[in-house]
């Protein structure tokens, strides 16, 4: 066989050099997408919260440390830990940054324009100043609205009514420094006389001021209390349920979780559900399309729960027709 002359010899080293980068580089697994979670919640109150992601993704096609990566911060409860949480995320490049709350947005608007931010919002985006329009957002921030107009405060009005005939006046529990609470105020006014209520406002800015605050709400001569949907109130739900029951005071709530922990009553969205509607959200932002075009959602899911034994607990007898309504009954 004749001898390879040293030209050839080079030539096919020289192109075997050339082709062995590409050959590695059509090996190497293609970079999994990074999703960002600042939850106000604690590790344990949002593991249900991260399997409804979870599922929402796997409908898309995404599978936690398969073809994406989750990264999650929890404040546990603690707002004011939200924006240094949220800075960590920003640090880690991530595609697309999940912050569900108002409070938590906001600390990740303030240090992101660029990366794209999905929320969970009870507030107007537009009046809160993080969208131009709920349609066409302008923006790095969507997301899903859980709250929408006076039909949902008018409807647990009426619920509340419902099951507490004789109130006729509602204490409202908020928190100034959260924007949901002086939200939901402005829907107020038109259900409650709708009903033949008159309702007042108690503001609770921290922890502490719960326990004095429900005991000013019988002193003043309150029937029955509405709780506004912030991380606060929420955090202490467990305490928030309890004072309401040792005081023997008929509480709607907005979340199922408060009924779960003990309180009496509750309609609204499904977080669960939100996270997981979310999902596609970020399969369209993986996808290509800005956050500046796609329009904020409306909550797709609403519950109606019930705790029995809270209600036998402060005297309530709940109709039978009220309880086939419900999705969610504890006796």
Not at 5 to 27: D, K, S
Not at 51 to 73: K, M, P, Q, S
Not at 249 to 276: D, K, N
Not at 277 to 302: M, Y
Request: charge should be neutral.
């Amino acid at each position: 066989m004749p001898s390879m002359r040293r030209h050839e010899f080079i030539t096919l080293l020289g192109g075997a050099a050339a082709a062995w980068p590409l050959t590695v580089r059509a090996q190497q697994p293609a970079r999994r997408p990074l999703i960002g979670v600042l939850s106000p919640a604690s590790t344990a109150t949002a593991a249900v919260y991260m399997e409804g992601l979870r599922a929402g993704l796997r409908d898309f096609g995404y599978v936690d440390d398969h073809n994406i990566w989750l990264e999650v911060r929890y404040a546990e409860g603690v707002p004011a830990r939200l924006p240094s949480l949220a800075a960590e995320l920003v640090d880690l490049k991530p595609d697309v940054i999940i912050a569900g709350s108002a409070v938590g947005i906001s600390a990740a608007h303030r240090v992101t324009q660029t990366i794209p931010l999905i929320t969970f919002l009870v507030e107007d985006p537009v009046a809160l100043g993080l969208a131009k329009s709920i349609a066409r957002p302008g923006g790095n921030i969507t997301g899903i609205v859980t709250f929408g107009d006076d039909a949902l405060v008018g409807k647990q009005l009426a619920l509340l009514k419902e099951v507490v005939p004789d109130m006729s006046r509602l204490a409202v529990l908020v928190n100034p420094g959260d924007p949901g609470g002086t939200f939901v105020l402005r829907f107020m006014p038109e259900p409650a006389r709708a009903l033949g209520v008159t309702f007042h406002v108690f503001e609770v800015q921290a922890a502490d001021e719960l326990e004095a605050t429900f005991t000013r709400t019988v002193r003043d001569g309150m029937h029955a209390l509405f709780i506004t949907q912030n991380p606060l109130f929420f955090s202490r739900r467990n305490e928030v349920a309890e004072l309401a029951m040792r005081l023997r005071l008929p509480t709607i709530y907005g979340y199922r979780e408060f009924v779960q922990s003990g309180g009496l009553l509750s309609y609204g969205s499904s977080l669960p559900g939100a996270y997981r509607q979310s999902a596609r959200l970020i399969d369209k932002i993986l996808k290509g399309t800005s956050p500046a075009d796609l329009p904020f959602e409306l909550a797709t899911r609403f519950e109606l729960a019930i705790n029995l034994k809270t209600a036998k607990a402060i005297g309530l007898s709940i109709p039978e027709s009220f309880l086939l309504r419900a999705d969610e009954v504890i006796d």
